[in-house]
């Protein structure tokens, strides 16, 4: 069998710059770019991912992998397949924060521990929403529909030295400033009612002063917050669901999939 050089190129395109898309998508999604998930593992499940779905993509253009226009695709590939790990990123750092003000509100601020996925400290409260939303996610199917969009994308976005355009950027980076705001309606449940609480306790320091406030009001807070939070679980759920289905549309639209 004698293969022509087109013919050679061609072949490697059509693996090469998939792969450069979805290895960078799962590189910075949360889940399969978390620190202890072992780099040889992402870039298997990128191969396997790549393998199976390259034949059901339209046709790749077909560009010496050695020269400078591959260079660009790559680039611009990997950088498309950043944007959606990047997008998830948020959802996730949406819960985070929301349970650091939780966190702050109960008298928990200072419980941190390593968080295993990105090496940083962070609230032991923070960790217990990050672990429930992930199952959540994982439950909902989310890895299976971040996958594919990611396929959908070869369809509204094709390869090629173009990119995402300006404004893609700048709607994502426009998305990304209402994540306080979706912080703000996680933890606002809790915190409403610690401030009550709060203020119960500023009328009851001003009507009987001989009280050892800190003393009494540091161990309700944190009744009170648990209490809340339990109250307060069933809500997580639907509101993750919710910002995770923004997400979704957000990119597609930023992909070109959608208006």
């Known amino acids: 069998m004698h293969f022509t050089a087109a013919e050679i ?3 490697l395109g059509g693996f090469l710059w998939p792969f ?4 960078a998508m799962l590189m910075a999604a949360p889940i399969f770019g978390a620190q202890t998930v072992p780099p040889r593992v992402r870039l298997g499940l990128a191969f396997l991912i790549t393998l199976v779905v390259a034949p059901m993509l339209p ?6 992998p050695l020269s400078l226009s591959a260079v660009v695709i790559i680039v611009q590939q990997v950088l498309v397949g950043a944007v ?3 997008a998830l990123q948020l959802v996730f750092s ?3 924060a929301g ?3 939780i966190a702050m509100q109960m008298g928990l601020g200072f419980a941190e521990m390593v968080d295993p996925a990105n090496g940083q400290q962070t609230p032991v409260l923070g960790q217990f929403y990050l672990i429930f939303t992930t199952l959540v996610f994982l439950a909902m199917n989310g890895h299976l529909l971040l996958v ?3 396929i959908e994308s070869f369809d509204t976005l094709p390869v090629g030295p173009v990119g995402l355009d300006r404004d893609a950027y700048h709607v994502l980076a426009g998305w990304g400033t209402h994540m306080f705001a979706g912080a703000v309606w996680l933890a606002l449940p809790a915190v409403a009612s610690l401030l009550v609480v709060n203020a119960a306790f500023g009328v009851m320091s001003r009507a009987a002063p001989q009280i050892n406030i800190f003393s009494v009001g540091f161990p309700v807070a944190m009744i009170m917050g648990f209490s809340v939070l339990l109250i307060a679980a069933q809500s997580i759920t639907p509101q993750f669901m919710s910002i995770t289905e923004q997400m979704f549309d957000i990119l597609r639209r930023v992909l070109g999939g959608g208006d």
């Open 9 to 11: 190129t061609a072949f």
């Open 20 to 23: 450069f898309r979805i290895g």
């Open 59 to 64: 046709a790749q253009p077909a560009v010496d």
């Open 84 to 86: 959606m790990g990047f």
């Open 94 to 96: 949406t819960v985070i």
């Open 99 to 101: 349970a650091q003000v």
């Open 148 to 150: 594919e969009l990611v």
